[in-house]
């Protein structure tokens, strides 16, 4: 419910938020010995990779945004914090100002995730929100009216459109996925209220969209990576022909997924392995060697192949 009246007072949840995100920055990058955070920290501060989301740590779409990658991430970041967050918290409360803020990070996390199989990092996300619903709550109460807000909403606008263009040419990643997620999410609470109340049977429909959101945490089959999670999961319980079918599929739509091709080859090795096995000991002596050298073409060093090989009449 956004409330009209204006908090005089210091925007203090803003600037204690302000505090932890360069707390964790600063701490990541001490670890790191360097201004740049490395990626070896990411996991250990709440920003697991997208196969451990899809295993079961989904708190990774709520603790990523408080990890920035280097310096000029995070300043960006804060600046838009104070630009728009602290002029939110002013209207609506600390609580309302938090909550929608956390809202709008977890949507466009698992909007990112599950389109490009990383689920990001900062709170770009809240703060396209902030923005777009002060933007739609200014044409309804004159308290949201704020000191060069086009101006704002044209230079985001163009942002987007660079960063699109740079991640096309160059190959970048940034995040243009969350960044759209808050833009509906900060669209949503914005048609919904009116004369400061909430319309409710529009809020009500806050919860398809954060639904189907949610559910692709455990279920995408359109995504490399949940497949490659799916073929991990069976590969650990030794069902490697269930294991196979989903490293092919992740390999399908992602050529360029090592995780998955290093343990397809895997798989592969374990099926021949089998086969291998069974021939030596039954005495198939030129069946096995077949195996062995299918194993030594996927893997030139395997170990256990040389050594039995090497045994073989």
């Not at 939110?88 to 909007?111: C, D, N, P, Q, T």
């Not at 960044?179 to 398809?208: A, D, P």
């Not at 099926?271 to 096995?288: C, F, N, P, R, V």
Request: proline share 2%; net charge positive.
């Amino acid at each position: 419910m956004i409330e009209s009246t204006e908090h005089k007072h210091f925007p203090w949840f803003t600037t204690l938020f302000s505090l932890l995100l360069l707390c964790v920055y600063v701490v990541m990058a001490i670890l790191s010995g360097s201004i740049e955070v490395a990626p070896k920290y990411l996991e250990y501060f709440g920003a697991p990779y997208a196969t451990q989301i899809y295993s079961g740590h989904v708190y990774g779409v709520i603790t990523n945004n408080l990890i920035h990658i280097n310096l000029l991430h995070l300043l960006a970041n804060l600046v838009g914090l104070w630009l728009f967050g602290a002029f939110i918290e002013r209207r609506i409360g600390w609580v309302k100002m938090a909550a929608f803020g956390l809202v709008s990070s977890i949507f466009g996390s698992m909007i990112q995730l599950t389109l490009t199989d990383d689920a990001g990092l900062g709170i770009s996300s809240a703060l396209f929100g902030f923005y777009v619903l002060i933007l739609i709550m200014s044409f309804r109460d004159e308290r949201f009216k704020m000191k060069y807000m086009y101006v704002f909403g044209i230079a985001l606008f163009f942002l987007l459109i660079f960063m699109i263009v740079n991640n096309q040419l160059f190959g970048e990643e940034i995040a243009i996925e969350a960044k759209i997620g808050g833009v509906f999410w900060g669209f949503l609470m914005g048609i919904s209220q009116r004369e400061s109340t909430i319309r409710w049977q529009l809020l009500l429909l806050f919860g398809l969209p954060f639904s189907i959101a949610a559910s692709t945490l455990f279920y995408a089959p359109w995504s490399s990576q949940w497949q490659c999670t799916k073929g991990i999961a069976y590969h650990k319980k030794h069902e490697l022909n269930t294991a196979k079918k989903y490293y092919q599929a992740a390999i399908h739509i992602d050529p360029s997924n090592h995780l998955a091709q290093e343990n397809y080859k895997l798989v592969q090795i374990d099926q021949l392995a089998i086969l291998a096995y069974d021939a030596h000991l039954s005495g198939e002596y030129t069946t096995a060697r077949r195996y062995y050298l299918k194993i030594l073409s996927i893997k030139k060093n395997h170990r256990w192949a040389l050594d039995n090989l090497k045994e073989l009449p």
